[in-house]
């Protein structure tokens, strides 16, 4: 076949013909049936963003009851639950989803492909994590949130300290989110290997795309050990097994293995994913390509690999042998190296490009500065003696702000003003987004760098209060009123997100003059994502070709199709099937849910539960009768004609 | 608005793939590694636990065989299924039904 340029025509009646195929229900049957991946992704973001909020709150309620000292605004037990949801919430509702909410939407925009590998597990995943997020929401408003923190050690978790069914709702809401994340981490690794664009080599790939690759594999081996751990506590809650309990036999310390086994690895997974979005902005702002690709790509693998080595990081004052101590404070230092090498990169291609500092670029500054701070006292905290002395210590709070906070948040704000345009059409106003940045930015270590103080002159981290005189007082009245900033800066994203929505700047497809895929469609990107199969050339497709994007055709316009290519050279391999919108998913979501909250109360909800959730899930897999979907085929044919 | 250069076609590509070449073999890779990751860390815990008491295992006797056994007998069993559906897709490979799938 010659190459040729497509005609405003033949173009016209493809977009009519692949809407037909490809948009979904209107009306409330829409909503619910809904499997593309932009309206999941979509949502999924929003609902993130609505427990990040609800986090914040908490976090504002903490700080203000700290305030000053015997504060008498939350009692006791009222702020156990308040912390816990904290960082429950921020931790499994709000950082992993959103890392793979954005993916949702970004991942298949980025292949060039018309929707996720698996829509309908998609959908699933997203109404599970929806239910989980409520139920513990729910259970917190009605007084039985969770009291034991979010990393819920064991025994004080264990039926003897925490009766009554609080423990019960945490660990499953576990179940429910890890789940979800589970379904979207092998939706992307199938994805991301098998459905890139012709021509986009594991060489040509974009870096979020490896970094959600890394991401996902980390997911899919972290995970279970999250929900094993969760499992053996509510079995030994329910059901009177002794998996903790030491005078039976049992150990505390597995449950602490477990959950670090997950958990440190857990924040990677919420790393990582900013660290590609980072790349991204800094290649965009400062109009050239990313200095060392391919020590970026290893950089994100040994981050991936190295993240498996350093659980007991967490647990040196247990007391567990000292050659195994200095093993994970030499694990827990090596990290640095590859994170590091990344910030310098980033540097360098700031320094060497033509950056312009809109505000995507701000907070990726404001990630390099804060990161790298939190980095330090991460590497300060590896030494087994500093740790011992800080530990439990608001030093430690201080710490993980400075990472978690530095180094997702401020990244994913970058990231939504970045994509916002493509998402809606509509870019984010400038100058709320420069005040939204400093705010946050003054805020942020207004609020949290007193804090290493703290630790350092003594205060516990969790404590509901503290008597005057201590030397506490003064810098906790500063991080209190630093978190007011944080809540202003926060009012005014929400507003700038609201105005923009309605009068914001007319985006166009590619606002930002960015190299990626997904600035190739319109914005927003309609059903089908791609009128054409795009073929990429380079490591910067959009960069290349002057304006005339190759691509091929041939993928179904009349029925859904999506194209697999080959995993290392991304050569066109097969047409497959792309699922359309169906009730299924949902059905099985509220089956999932009835069992997993039913266990809470009742070991044989698992057994009963089992039976709505199965024939859901047959329903799901019915396969398609040929007649009926021929003669589907054969009206649509006869109406063509 | 961003214009095209058709480069290719690809409407001769099969429209159906079986083992690595499909989609759905990843999935199911990707959900074997998960359960395998939790038997692996169930295996490990085990592990952690079995030195913590003497004999083993502690106190009761252990629970019967009956359940456990009736489980393993299923999913052995289920291996039927899957048997019988690998045989069929090919000879219908190049039929209507295997496309719809």
Redesign the interface.
């Known amino acids: 076949m010659t190459a040729r340029l497509t005609s405003i025509e033949e173009e016209a009646d493809l977009r009519a013909r692949l809407e037909r195929t490809w948009a979904s229900p209107r009306g409330l049957r829409g909503v619910l049936t809904a499997v593309d991946h932009k309206i999941i992704g979509r949502r999924y973001v929003v609902t993130g963003m609505v427990f990040f909020f609800l986090a914040g709150v908490l976090a504002l309620l903490m700080r203000a009851q700290l305030a000053r000292p015997e504060s008498g605004l939350i009692g006791p037990d009222r702020y156990n639950q308040i912390f816990s949801m904290h960082g429950t919430t921020m931790m499994f509702l709000f950082a992993v989803p959103i890392m793979e909410a954005v993916a949702v939407y970004l991942v298949p925009l980025m292949c060039g492909a018309r929707n996720i590998s698996f829509p309908r597990l998609n959908a699933y995943g997203y109404w599970v994590y929806l239910f989980g997020g409520a139920m513990i929401w729910i259970a917190f408003l009605m007084n039985v949130g969770p009291e034991t923190g979010w990393f819920s050690y064991v025994p004080l978790a264990g039926p003897e300290f925490s009766p009554g069914k609080r423990t019960d709702f945490w660990a499953q809401m576990i179940t429910f989110t890890e789940v979800a994340a589970l379904v979207v981490a092998v939706q992307l690794v199938a994805m991301i290997l098998k459905q890139r664009a012709p021509g986009m080599t594991l060489s040509r790939m974009p870096l979020f795309l490896w970094a959600m690759l890394v991401t996902s594999f980390m997911v899919i081996f972290a995970m279970p050990a999250v929900m094993l751990a969760s499992s053996f506590l509510i079995s030994d809650r329910l059901i009177g097994t002794q998996f903790y309990n030491p005078a039976e036999g049992g150990d505390p310390l597995l449950w602490q293995h477990l959950f670090w086994f997950f958990g440190h690895p857990e924040v990677y997974i919420i790393f990582l994913p900013a660290l590609g979005m980072v790349s991204h902005i800094v290649t965009t702002f400062s109009r050239r390509t990313i200095l060392a690709y391919p020590a970026m790509v290893l950089a994100l693998l040994a981050n991936g690999f190295l993240a498996f080595g350093l659980w007991v990081h967490h647990m040196f004052a247990t007391g567990l042998p000292r050659l195994g101590n200095s093993f994970y404070t030499s694990a827990s230092i090596m990290i640095a190296i590859p994170s590091g090498l990344q910030i310098f990169a980033w540097i360098a291609t700031i320094w060497d490009g033509k950056p312009r500092f809109r505000t995507p670029l701000l907070f990726v500054i404001g990630f390099i500065i804060i990161f790298v701070l939190g980095g330090l006292t991460g590497v300060m905290l590896a030494a087994v003696p500093l740790d011992l002395q800080v530990h439990d210590t608001y030093f430690v709070v201080a710490h993980f702000h400075y990472v978690l906070i530095g180094g997702a948040v401020f990244p994913l704000f970058g990231a939504i003003y970045f994509w916002f345009p493509k998402a809606t059409g509509r870019l984010l106003s400038e100058r709320l987004g420069a005040w939204n940045f400093w705010t946050f930015f003054v805020g942020f270590n207004v609020t949290f760098f007193p804090m290493h103080l703290l630790g350092l002159i003594g205060m516990p981290r969790r404590i509901y209060t503290y008597k005057a005189g201590l030397g506490w007082d003064l810098w906790n009245l500063i991080a209190s009123l630093g978190s007011v900033l944080i809540a202003v800066s926060m009012v005014v994203f929400v507003v700038n997100l609201v105005i923009s929505l309605r009068r914001g700047q007319v985006a166009g497809d590619n606002p930002w003059e960015a190299s990626g895929l997904e600035w190739a469609t319109s914005s927003p990107p309609p059903s089908y994502n791609f009128l054409y199969t795009p073929v990429v050339t380079g490591r910067e497709p959009l960069w290349e070709g002057e304006g005339v994007l190759p691509v091929m055709g041939g993928v179904g316009v009349d029925q859904r199709q999506a194209l697999c290519t080959t995993i290392v050279e991304a050569e066109p391999d097969v047409r497959q099937p792309s699922a359309g919108p169906t009730l299924w998913p949902l059905l099985a979501a509220v089956a999932t849910t009835g069992l997993f909250i039913g266990s809470i109360f009742h070991e044989w909800a698992l057994v009963w539960g089992a039976i709505p959730l199965a024939a859901t899930l047959v329903g799901w897999f019915w396969p398609p009768g040929p007649t009926r979907r021929q003669a589907a085929r054969a009206a649509l044919a006869e109406e063509g004609t | ?17 079986f083992g690595s ?3 759905m073999w ?2 199911v890779v ?2 074997m ?3 395998g ?2 038997f692996l ?2 295996g490990g ?1 085990y592990f ?2 079995v030195g ?2 003497q004999p083993w295992p ?2 009761q006797v252990p629970p019967g065989l009956t359940w456990g056994a009736t489980f393993t007998v299923l999913a052995l069993l289920s291996e039927i299924p899957n048997a019988w559906t690998k045989a069929r897709p090919r000879p219908l490979a190049t039929g ?2 295997a ?3």
């Open positions: 608005m961003t214009r095209h250069r058709l480069v290719g076609d690809l409407s001769d590509l099969p429209d159906h793939a070449r499909s989609l990843w999935a990707g959900f590694l998960i359960e990751a939790g860390l169930a815990a952690f636990l913590h008491v502690p106190g209507p039904r496309r719809d799938w």
